[in-house]
Each structure stands twice: as structure tokens, then as C-alpha cells.
T-cell receptor, first 109, second 115 residues
């Protein structure tokens, strides 16, 4: 069983819809990261959180440490949000990450 | 832009040949990482460095070696490339700013094909 599971694997939405991507993990962590991989391949960090909730623009990330679960929400989705969204958990003090397999999001106009 | 580059960006090589990939940063981050990304798998850690001349193995280190002789450069070497090492390789850096110490910044990737 993978230590980090994401759902769904693929997601198609209409522009304007509210989107939720889920991440569950089975190990103890010091933080959880959400990353975005553009269609061209580049990877950028969206959030790093160890408790509660963070918001950046239309993106919101939440984490429940007790339930070992995190969600990434996108409000008012737009075709430019189309990308692969990757959840990763951080273990130890040297920042080593264990990655989920990603959720491929496609937002149709 | 976190000031991280990878070279080459694309490479095609033959089985059994040595290959070295370079990761270069201009931001004075302490940690540097090499990952590979393959279809059906998440990113997987190959090796990482926590300082000059300080490196350690990751999840999929067999067949790879690394070196870090100065802060800016982290080299990944495939001593004798195999077809199973065909992949996209990403370098990442972290560990400069106290506020986001473990946030990782990724390079653009190197697509390696071993024939």
C-alpha cells in the first residue's frame, strides 16, 4: 500500500466549478506539501502546512493531522488551473518528501 | 524563480554509457535533491545532499551516485546507464529561508532516454 494516496486520479470539471482533491497518508509526518505540475512539466510548490488551513488566491489547503488527511480546494476553477496536483508528506528533519501519484485536473471552458 | 537550472535538458544515450546530470543553484540553499518521475509512479527520491560533501541515499539509489563539491552544484551520475533509467529527472532545493525552510523549489527537469 502506498504511504500517500490521492483521489481522484483524474478529474474533469467545467469552468467555475468548485474542486476538491484529497490526500490521505499512513505515516507520521512533520508537514504536508501540495505541488502543481504544469502541462509543460514544471513543478511549483503551492502550500506547505502542518496544521489547520492556508489560502492563496482561489486555492485553499486544509489538513487534519488526527485523520491523516488533507484536501486541496480550488474555487471558481479556470482552464488555466488544468495541471497535475501532487501531494507529498515530509518526514524527518532533512525535508525528505514522499509523493502521491498526483491528480490530473482538466478544466473545460 | 528560485534560481535553479539543470543540464542537459534532454539527452539520448546508449545502454552501458556513463551519464552525468548537473543541477546548479544560485540561491545558497542548503539541501539539494535528485528525483526521478515515471508514469504510474510519484516522484521518487534518488539521492539528496545536506551540505557540501554530505550526501545520502534515497528510495531508488541503486545504479546512481552523486557528488556535491560546492554549494551551487549537485551532480547525478549513472555509471553505466540502463534502459530502466529512462526517466525524467528533477532536481530540487530547499533550506535557505527560516520561514519556509523545507519548501522545495524544482528545476525544469531533464528527460533522459537510454536506448
Amino acid at each position: 500500500k502506498n504511504e500517500v494516496e490521492q483521489s481522484p486520479q483524474n478529474l474533469t470539471a467545467q469552468e467555475g466549478e468548485f474542486i476538491t482533491i484529497n490526500c490521505s497518508y499512513s505515516v507520521g509526518i512533520s508537514a504536508l506539501h501540495w505541488l502543481q505540475q504544469h502541462p509543460g512539466g514544471g513543478i511549483v510548490s503551492l502550500f506547505m502546512l502542518s496544521s489547520g488551513k492556508k489560502k492563496h488566491g482561489r486555492l485553499i489547503a486544509t489538513i487534519n493531522i488526527q485523520e491523516k488527511h488533507s484536501s486541496l480546494h480550488i474555487t471558481a476553477s479556470h482552464p488555466r488551473d488544468s495541471a497535475v496536483y501532487i501531494c507529498a508528506v515530509e518526514r524527518g528533519s532533512q525535508g525528505n518528501l514522499i509523493f502521491g501519484k498526483g491528480t490530473k485536473l482538466s478544466v473545460k471552458p | 524563480d528560485a534560481g535553479i537550472t539543470q543540464s542537459p535538458r534532454h539527452k539520448v544515450t546508449e545502454t552501458g554509457t556513463p551519464v552525468t546530470l548537473r543541477c546548479h543553484q544560485t540561491e545558497n540553499h542548503r539541501y539539494m535533491y535528485w528525483y526521478r518521475q515515471d508514469p504510474g509512479h510519484g516522484l521518487r527520491l534518488i539521492h539528496y545532499s545536506y551540505g557540501v560533501k554530505d550526501t545520502d541515499k534515497g528510495e531508488v539509489s541503486d545504479g546512481y551516485s552523486v557528488s556535491r563539491s560546492k554549494t551551487e552544484d549537485f551532480l547525478l551520475t549513472l555509471e553505466s546507464a540502463t534502459s530502466s533509467q529512462t526517466s525524467v529527472y528533477f532536481c530540487a532545493i530547499s533550506g535557505r529561508d527560516a520561514r519556509s525552510y523545507n519548501e522545495q523549489f524544482f528545476g525544469p527537469g531533464t528527460r533522459l532516454t537510454v536506448l
